[in-house]
């Protein structure tokens, strides 16, 4: 799958979004390295605090289902849906994602549409970042 494909995918799932307190909608859409997909959204809660983020349920969707490597992640999202700007990860997701995705060559694409969105490693949005190898 190229980016433009993902960069769709991620879009069209957007509405999966419960944000029935933020009314922000974030979509993910995490590309495997053996080619496989997997969507998120942001699931909100009563109780603010147990919210989840897009990319980390991008994650937990592929994580529970046994992937360990990835390639990249488009994100997308806006208020009641509309996207007017680039939706950035925000701090957790960043350290989330580096538990499990190089820092080096893991790409993370913020998206517009197909044709308008960015393309960031994760070192760049997560420098000096804390990891598994600073644990062995
Ligand atoms: N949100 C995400 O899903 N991903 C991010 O990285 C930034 C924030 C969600 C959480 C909440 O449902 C809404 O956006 C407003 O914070």
Not at 7 to 25: G, Q
């Amino acid at each position: 799958m190229d980016d433009r494909q993902l960069i769709r995918t991620a879009i069209d799932n957007l509405p999966n979004s419960y944000v029935p307190y933020s009314h922000f909608h974030v979509s993910a859409a995490l590309l495997c390295k053996d080619g496989t997909v997997y969507t998120g959204n942001n699931i909100e809660n009563a109780a603010y605090s147990a919210t989840v983020c897009a990319e980390r349920s991008a994650f937990f969707r592929a994580l529970n289902e046994g992937k360990r490597e990835f390639e990249a992640i488009v994100i997308c999202g806006g208020m009641n849906g509309e996207i007017a700007d680039y939706c950035a990860p925000c701090g957790v997701c960043r350290q989330g994602m580096r538990g499990f995705c190089s820092p080096e060559s893991f790409r993370i694409i913020l998206a517009k549409t197909e044709d308008d969105y960015r393309v960031f490693t994760l070192e760049e949005l997560l420098p000096l970042g804390f990891g598994p190898e600073n644990l062995r």
